[in-house]
């Protein structure tokens, strides 16, 4: 199978639906499984992260280092459940990262998952993550697909707020493309999720998982087309209004309110564009025309994409530019240069500059400026000799005084205040765009220290990086004010928390760190980190940022491995 050398994404999804008839276990990047039972409802999942049903298939025994085909190395499980794992992985021969879908080749699905990565990869589509290789070997079935290394999910981009109209019209353009391109193939996706959308850094959208995803978890749809046409729509319902097109919570969106069905997205949200309203509910009314207006739903991908096309092109918004500052006159400018009329119709006339007076060519003339230079010296001379003169005096009268210690502002310096500084508020900060758990940010600073934020659970530790360079949040404070220190409160002990200080310039999680000034680390086995800065530091916004992590037990939310958690986080001026 011929190879394509691009970058890649994750290898798995973290939470799924599972549209119409469709029925799998999902399992999150901490290795808890879920179970979900749509019978025939309409796409819905929960985000959160709890124990499902239990596993009855073996998943291959396999671990980090592991080598297949003497080529692939295996670097980080992403998702261990029902007989199969996802992995990131290293191909050796090529020097790039992947990502990997492993099975046991008795497995019942192992013919399927093989059938539909083979489809896949013969599509060659640019807009669909590329499966580079499907093979069978000793006793395994095993999926390679690209990394996008530089790629978002929809899941990260909507963490942040609902998109602008230009940007979800290029969304569902884009994507009820592809997936029309697909379905002309004979090909459908049917777990379309926004974990399996991808924007790049040039905006271009990739779909990843085509066919094989659904193959992997045994999802079959009676109506396949139907079934990506909904979720296209739902897609769109989630961009334009930050919220999940259902009853129930998903994807870190909230659900609609309970009992009142499916409203349009220009109901749920003001400013939503009328025309992409529309589009959303003929996509997702599938039964019948929308509550609106009486439009034909759009029951496949092609449908779609026509509907999309015959709207007028949504432009990007106007950039915004600063007015330039107002001319300022200078103390040359004299008479009624630039100054208004000083009666109101009087027309307007440009002054006429006076010609300068005639130097001082006579022989008094000279005289005089030479006796004017001579009396500036003679000033300059005895102001410099009594400035000199006093200085010594000074320093003869008190010696010590160069010892004492200078108060607060005398040399630029700011002395610490030991006063905790307010934090008005906060957002998760994840540069490679896969965040942990940007929901519960506020949980740091709510003064409960049994609430917290936490990591996902690295294999990988205690050091992060290369696979990841850390984790932490932006925190913002009521103003621009100096900090001298800060106390982080961890859940986990052990060897062992690096943490340390940015300032940042605003609530951004696409900031690079590069751009910011580092104010403080330190490194701790205990589960309290103390941060302090040489000398205060002034700025409203403050990264905490951690790329160390001891490794800790098993809890309730995630399995043993290297990860870390923060209960509370105080600033001092």
């Known amino acids: ?226 079934a990506d046409t909904e979720a296209i729509g739902a897609l769109l319902y989630a961009a334009l209004t930050q919220r999940w097109p259902y009853e129930s919570d998903a994807y870190g969106l909230a659900g609609l309110p309970k009992g009142v069905g499916l409203i349009a997205p220009d109901q749920v949200r003001a400013g939503v564009h009328r025309g992409l309203s529309e589009l959303a509910m003929r996509a997702l009314a599938n039964d019948g025309a929308t509550a609106s207006r009486q439009e034909q739903p759009c029951t496949t991908p092609d449908e779609l994409a026509k509907a999309v096309a015959a709207m007028p ?56 400026k030479w006796a004017v230079s001579a009396l500036l010296i003679a000033a300059l001379g005895l102001g410099s000799w009594q400035l000199a003169e006093t200085l010594l005096n000074n320093e003869s009268d008190d010696p010590g005084s160069s010892q004492t210690e200078p108060k607060n502002g005398e040399d630029g310096e700011k002395k610490p205040t030991g006063q905790p500084l307010t934090v008005k508020d906060a957002v998760e900060y994840f540069p490679d765009g896969k965040a942990q758990h940007p929901n519960d940010v506020h949980l740091t600073y709510d003064g409960d220290s049994s609430t917290y934020w936490r990591s996902k659970s690295f294999i990988g530790g205690p050091t992060l990086a290369p696979f990841k360079q850390g984790v932490g949040i932006v925190y913002e404070l009521d103003s621009a004010q100096f900090i001298s220190s800060a106390s982080v409160s961890l859940q986990f002990g052990g060897d062992h928390t690096t943490a340390s200080l940015y300032a940042a310039d605003s609530l951004n999680s696409s900031t690079p760190l590069t751009s910011m000034k580092k104010i403080a680390t330190t490194e701790t086995t205990g589960t309290e980190a103390k941060l302090q800065t040489k000398s205060p530091v002034k700025t409203r916004f403050v990264l905490v940022w951690l790329t160390d992590m001891p490794k800790s037990p098993a809890d309730r939310y995630s399995g043993a491995g290297y990860k870390q958690s923060i209960t509370e986080v105080k600033f001092m001026g």
């Not at 915004?320 to 000083?342: I, L």
């Not at 009666?343 to 010609?355: D, H, L, N, Q, S």
Request: hydrophobic share 35%; net charge negative; aromatic share 4%.
């Open 1 to 226: 199978m011929a190879e394509r050398s691009t970058a890649a994404v994750d290898v798995a999804d973290n939470s799924g639906d599972e549209p119409l008839t469709a029925k799998a276990d999902e399992a999150t990047t901490d290795g808890t499984a879920e179970a979900q039972d749509t019978k025939g409802t309409k796409p819905q999942d929960t985000d959160g992260e709890r124990i499902g049903s239990e596993v009855t298939l073996p998943t291959p025994d396999l671990h980090s280092g592991h080598k297949l085909a003497r080529r692939y190395r295996l670097e980080e499980c992403v998702t261990r459940l029902d007989g199969f794992s996802s992995w990131r992985a290293v191909d050796e021969k090529l020097r790039r990262a992947v990502g990997v879908h492993l099975l046991p080749a008795d497995h019942p699905r192992a013919r399927s998952v093989l059938a539909a990565a083979r489809s896949s990869a013969l599509l060659g589509d640019p807009r669909f993550v590329q499966v580079l290789d499907a093979v069978e070997e000793d006793d395994l079935v095993y999926v390679v697909h690209e990394w996008l290394p530089d790629a978002t999910e929809l899941t990260s981009l909507l963490a942040s707020g609902p998109m602008d109209a230009h940007d979800a019209y290029q969304l569902v353009s884009q994507v009820s493309q592809a997936m029309a391109a697909a379905h002309r193939e004979g090909l459908a996706h049917l777990r379309l999720t926004p974990g399996a959308v991808l924007r790049s850094s040039t905006g271009q959208y990739r779909i990843r998982g085509l066919a094989v995803n659904a193959a992997l978890r045994g999802i079959t749809a009676e109506g396949p087309q139907r």
């Open 313 to 368: 092109r949504i432009r990007p918004p106007e950039p915004v530019f600063t007015a330039p500052p107002e001319y300022q006159r200078t103390t040359y400018q004299q008479g009624s240069y630039g100054r208004p009329s000083a009666r109101p119709g009087a027309p307007v006339t440009m002054p006429v500059m006076a010609a300068p007076p005639a130097p001082l060519q006579s022989r008094t003339g000279k005289a005089l």
